[in-house]
């Protein structure tokens, strides 16, 4: 596949160095008109030091075909990072012959010239909007084709099976016909990796999008000053007037290495005030779509039937935390559930245990985790295999279980990228940024 010569800028402008890259036939070429020394003789993986066509000197670094990120012949132009230098010299390349890369255009050459599958492809960009340690570890094991290890075992079993099933039906009166139970035992055992693989997809979602904490409680009980606590920033307003929240506050931190979206709602009570009222609502709203609940109690006050009758409704987990116990004397009665909190949200008293119980919503999910479209792949394939499953044991028409086969095979293939079609990469890759 012969591509164009494409440039675009591959770290962000306004730091103290920055890098554009060329990537195509014409690299070399283009960057020996671009660049003060460049050598006559140019080695691949050699740093040259000169000036650029736009004033700025710096760095030029060669790659010689299939010893790029994308493949291709490539030069990395490195100069300083200010906006206008980056800007002056992408446009000086692109007056030479280069044309502006498209968001993703990069690693998507790398994916159709063989540098990637289309699960490490799609991890490079994990790993650019990783926000966390457990999302970046996530991103670097699929970026490394720990996700594509783990299918390709699978398949190979359905590959052998069809081969099987097809060589049985061909040269029958040679061979013979294929023996059920040995199918049966290698599709179950694919059928139990898949599984494994789509329950760590689904538990691995938050981990990947983090988990949405909808902070709720009666006026007055902290939920402003616990968001503040874990954000170490007054973001949210703390009074003791009652109903000083009107609209929910929601702000993205980091809880013991999992991306969290904290949600500081409006004291729930009954209330005359419009404004308030609505904030109330909305609370409820943000309750409805959490992944958790937060209910916070005054521990003065301790937990009311009006509090419980709330707790009831809520169709998230509901984690109780009996906040302000700096201020406790003695300990009250509370609700019969195993996920229940002291902390004071003043002092911090509390809330390393409240970190390391969120850390414990994850604590099973290590390694690549499939994300939301390689899940579903995951699934239609768990699905084609049960169909074929289903056909060698109620011994369906031959044809019908090869065609189960062969879909398990075609859906895994659009995780790896080997039956993926132009218009899913185009999906894919649009969702990238410009120079990656």
Known sequence: MVFDTIVAPITATGGAVGIVRLSGPESWGIAAEAFSNFPEEPESHRAYRGTFENGDDGLLLLFEEGKSFTGEESAELHIHGSSVSMTTLVEELVAIGARLARPGEFTERAFLNGRLDLSQAEAVNDTVRAA??????????????????????????????LAGIEASVDFSEEIGDIDPAIAIAALTDCRAKLDAMIHRGHHGRLVREGVRIAIIGPPNAGKSSLLNAFLGMQRAIVTPVAGTTRDYVEESCEIAGLQCILIDTAGLRDSEDLVESIGIQRSRAQASSADLIWYIVDSMVGLTDNDRAEIDEFEAPVWLIRNKIDLLEEDADEMGSPQIFHVSATTSVGLDSLSHAVAGLAADVSGAIPNRRHTLHLENAFT?????????????????????????????????????????????????????
């Open 384 to 436: 084609s295999l049960g169909f074929a499953l289903e056909g060698f044991e109620v011994e369906h028409p031959t044809d019908l279980v090869v065609t189960h086969l062969r879909v398990a095979l075609f859906e895994l293939g659009l995780i790896t990228g080997s039956t993926a079609s132009q218009d899913l990469l185009d999906r894919i890759f649009a969702d990238f940024c410009i120079g990656k």
């Open 132 to 161: 966390t340690r457990k999302q970046l570890a996530s991103a670097n094991a699929s970026r490394i084709g720990a996700l594509t290890e783990e299918i390709s075992p699978i398949e190979t079993a359905i590959i052998s099976q």
